[in-house]
């Protein structure tokens, strides 16, 4: 079956660190890759997303690129801002009959301190 | 409505009652999804709907969860007799359609079994 393993947190930064949260699937087919964010007492959000190999979503300063040959999806950011302590989703969506369902990683949560 | 909507945002219930989630999708969308976030398991898919249809109820955790849709809107999760490891979170979200299109989900309801 699907599923997606993220880097355990929690991650602490301070602000203007470097992010990278690791993401890696198993999946048959092509997966579609995404990351959601949850901010403190909001619900879940999309962050970004990409839907074939070698393809990079961005959004708000966050990159992913879809990497196939390591089947990885790490999220990174430049420079952290304290605005972004959230918990971070990883989540693929199949490619095949069952493509209306995301399959989560357990959620990483990263704080930025100024 | 601007976004999806659920209700109540928080339930505390006794062991053995019955309780009732709602969830109001954004307007238009004709599919309904039904996750669950609970701290041992992550983010669980429970069921979608395809405007009033349910082809997938395959991520109901027992005979004890059932869920509708009607006039493909609003939708409704039922959980009976309620047990202590029923206690999560219960996310709903909606999308245009079902594939890769964004689910947008609501804030969720968090569900206490005493």
């Known amino acids: 079956g699907n599923s997606v393993t993220q880097m355990e947190g929690p991650v602490t930064l301070s602000e203007e660190a470097f992010l990278t949260i690791n993401c890696t699937y198993t999946a048959t087919g092509y997966p579609s890759l995404f990351w959601y964010v949850q901010y403190p007492g909001e619900g879940l959000q999309l962050l970004l997303k990409a839907t074939k190999a070698d393809d990079k979503g961005s959004n708000k300063g966050f990159e992913a690129t879809y990497r196939k040959e390591t089947t990885s999806f790490h999220l990174e950011k430049g420079s952290v801002q304290v605005s972004d302590s959230a918990v971070y989703f990883c989540a693929l969506s199949d490619s095949g009959g069952s493509n209306y369902k995301l399959t989560f990683g357990k959620g990483t949560l990263l704080t930025v301190n100024p | 409505g601007a976004g999806v909507s659920q209700s109540p945002s928080n339930k505390v219930t006794e062991k053995g009652k019955d309780v009732e989630l709602r969830c109001d999708p954004i307007?238009?969308?004709?599919?309904l999804y039904w996750y669950r976030q609970s701290l041992g398991q992550g983010l669980e898919f429970l069921i979608y709907f395809q405007g009033n249809s349910a082809p997938d109820k395959s991520g109901l955790p027992s005979d004890r969860f059932s869920a509708e849709r009607t006039g493909g809107s609003v939708s409704t999760l039922t959980i009976q007799r309620t047990q202590q490891e029923d206690s999560a979170v219960y996310l709903c979200a909606s999308s245009l359609d079902i594939g890769i299109n964004e689910q947008f989900f609501g804030p969720g309801t968090r569900l206490t079994v005493l």
């Open positions: 307007s238009g969308h004709t599919a």
